[in-house]
Structures are given as C-alpha cells and as structure tokens.
C-alpha cells in the first residue's frame, strides 16, 4: 500500500469525481480527509486535522482553490493540483506543485500523491 498511515485532504467540487479520487486512495492505504467541495470547506478541514499531503482541483464551481493551495504551501503541506484547467495555473499567486491532468489512470493519480506524501515524510 503506498499510502498507508497518510491523511489525504481531497478537493474536488464534481461528486463523482471526488468519490472516484477517494475510493482511489482509499485503495492505496491512505486516510481520505473530506472531499471538499468548496475552498470554505477545505480550509476548515485543514484547520481541524492533520494533513500528511492534499489533491487540490483548480476550479470549484465558480471559485478558484488558489486560497487553498497557499494555506496548504504556507503550511508546508505538499499537494498536487488534479485538474483538466492548467492554464489557470500560469496566473500569479499559485504555488508550484506537481500537475495531473485530468482523467487520470489511477495507478498515475496514486504515484503522483505517493510521491508528494513522502515528500512531507522525509
């Protein structure tokens, strides 16, 4: 299990999507926190837990997890961004992290999320 014992925070606005994302990592071992659909619910979720590292989606609705990503690089939380709106990411502000285009094959979702989880282990 390459996620085993990690707490995952999932951002993710489309329902199916989200539960896709989890079911995913649940999985691979991790400890899926949320999914949080809007940025107000990530934020809390950030508050009231320990995040090990987080799949972020560029676009929520109408609203953008730019607050988000910079709680999460403020915080020392690794992340990687899933989304199909990468352009978004060239704007000023966005924290550099690693970028999976959606759809994604699973077993590249959990790689990737592996990858940035270690980072916050070692």
């Known amino acids: 299990m390459q996620l085993e014992h990690q707490q995952i925070l999932v951002v993710e ?3 199916l999507i989200a539960m896709d994302l ?3 990592l649940r999985e691979a071992g ?8 809007t940025v107000a619910q990530a934020l809390e979720l950030l508050s009231g837990q ?3 590292a987080a799949v972020l989606d560029v676009t929520l609705g109408k609203d953008v997890s730019l607050a988000v990503a910079q709680r999460l690089a403020g915080a020392g939380i690794p992340f990687v ?4 709106q990468i352009a978004l990411l060239r704007g000023a502000g ?4 690693p970028v999976i285009n959606k759809p994604a094959l699973p077993s590249v979702f959990v790689a990737a999320v592996a990858r940035a989880a270690q980072g916050r282990a070692g």
Do not use: L, N
């Open 50 to 52: 320990p995040i090990t």
């Open 94 to 97: 966005w924290p550099k992290a």
């Open 13 to 15: 606005d489309d329902f």
């Open 22 to 24: 989890a079911e995913t």
């Open 30 to 37: 991790a400890e899926v926190v949320g999914p949080a659909a």
């Open 81 to 84: 961004y899933h989304s199909g």
